[in-house]
Nanobody
Framework: QVQVVESGGGLVQPGGSLRLSCVVSGSIVSIYSMGWYRQAPGKQREFVVVISSGGTTSYADSVKGRFTVSRDNAEKMMYLQMNSLKPEDTATYYC??????????????WGKGTLVTVSS
């Protein structure tokens, strides 16, 4: 089994910072791309950032310059450092991992999400 678990969400003031974590566990051969997505109430889930196994990143325009993604392949971890947070960043943040779990099998796995609330 492959498990994806996010953590680090919570309540933060506008302009504040928060750091999210994602850990992948289970019978894993390797992890390819990983990414963060978010979904606000009444909105479609949207792309935030993706990072390849080699560290190449691509950010949504809405978070460029404010969010920074990183990963630790040895620990099977991904992080999202969020700075200068705005109320419109309020959403449930989901971690996605593309995982090779057998020599011939690759799958896409999602965590259950962690809630980020930006409010005074």
């Amino acid at each position: 089994q492959v498990q994806v678990v996010e953590s680090g969400g919570g309540l933060v003031q506008p302009g504040g910072s928060l750091r999210l974590s994602c850990v992948v566990s289970g019978s894993i051969v390797s992890i390819y791309s990983m990414g963060w997505y978010r979904q606000a109430p009444g909105k479609q889930r949207e792309f935030v950032v993706v990072i390849s196994s080699g560290g190449t990143t691509s950010y949504a325009d809405s978070v460029k310059g404010r969010f920074t993604v990183s990963r630790d392949n040895a620990e099977k971890m991904m992080y999202l450092q969020m700075n200068s947070l705005k109320p419109e960043d309020t959403a449930t943040y989901y971690c996605k991992a593309v995982v090779r779990y057998s020599p011939l099998s690759t799958g896409e796995y999602w965590g259950k999400g962690t809630l980020v609330t930006v409010s005074s």
